[in-house]
């Protein structure tokens, strides 16, 4: 506990950036922890939420402003794929930059697509501003309301276990049997 006291903050704001960026990491989970400590006393809500918050638009604006400087080239080696993304962008992307933020993968490049795309700053500015208060609210909330009922989810550890297990295996199989049937 003392080491996450003590970087605790500077550890949530890295990896929420981060991520922005276009680097994966386990920001979600930092988000939820933090804010379960929090509502144990040992880090401020307000602060967890505070950063965060500045963390992700930051992130997610580094992302821009690097894809508007680089991601060009990018997309021209990406050929057709390049070609499509633009097209999405210019014809959908607007919409998808607040839902992006919920999604494994488009978190991490929604920023540094936009920017390649060319999309204007202050539309994307806008819309992931947005995306970024409802991403943390989402995930702060969950994890001071976890961390309010650990006893409560401790009691059903086992049983949700077997359930993710049982559900993840149906669809592994679900995939394999649809491959299976895409290749004959």
């Keep these: 506990m003392q080491h996450f006291e003590r970087y605790g903050y500077p550890a949530l704001a890295l990896l929420v950036l981060l991520e922005g960026l276009g680097i994966p990491t386990p920001a979600v989970s930092v988000v939820v922890a933090a804010a379960a400590l929090a509502a144990h006393g040992h880090m401020s809500l307000t602060a967890v939420v505070a950063v965060?918050?500045?963390?992700?638009?930051?992130g997610d604006n580094l992302?821009?402003?690097?894809?508007?400087?680089a991601g060009r080239p990018l997309l021209r080696r990406l050929g057709?794929?390049?070609e499509k993304a633009e097209r999405f962008v210019a014809t959908r992307g607007r919409n998808i930059i607040v839902v992006a933020r919920f999604i494994d993968g488009l978190r991490q490049t929604n920023g540094l697509l936009a920017g390649a795309t060319g999309?204007?700053?202050?539309?994307?500015?806008?819309?992931?501003?947005?995306?970024?208060?409802l991403w943390t609210a989402l995930w702060v909330t969950v994890g001071a309301v976890a961390g309010n009922n650990l006893g409560r989810i401790e009691r059903y550890r086992l049983p949700v276990a077997i359930a993710v297990g049982v559900v993840a295996t149906g669809f592994l199989i679900w995939y394999l049997i649809k491959r299976r049937a895409?290749?004959?």
Excluded at 63 to 69: A, D, H, K
Excluded at 119 to 133: E, K, M, N, S, T
Aim: proline share 3%.
């Design 80 to 82: 057709k794929r390049g």
């Design 119 to 133: 999309l204007p700053w202050g539309q994307y500015a806008i819309r992931d501003g947005i995306g970024a208060v």
């Design 63 to 69: 992302g821009y402003l690097v894809g508007r400087r």
């Design 52 to 58: 965060t918050l500045v963390a992700a638009a930051a």
């Design 182 to 184: 895409r290749g004959n």
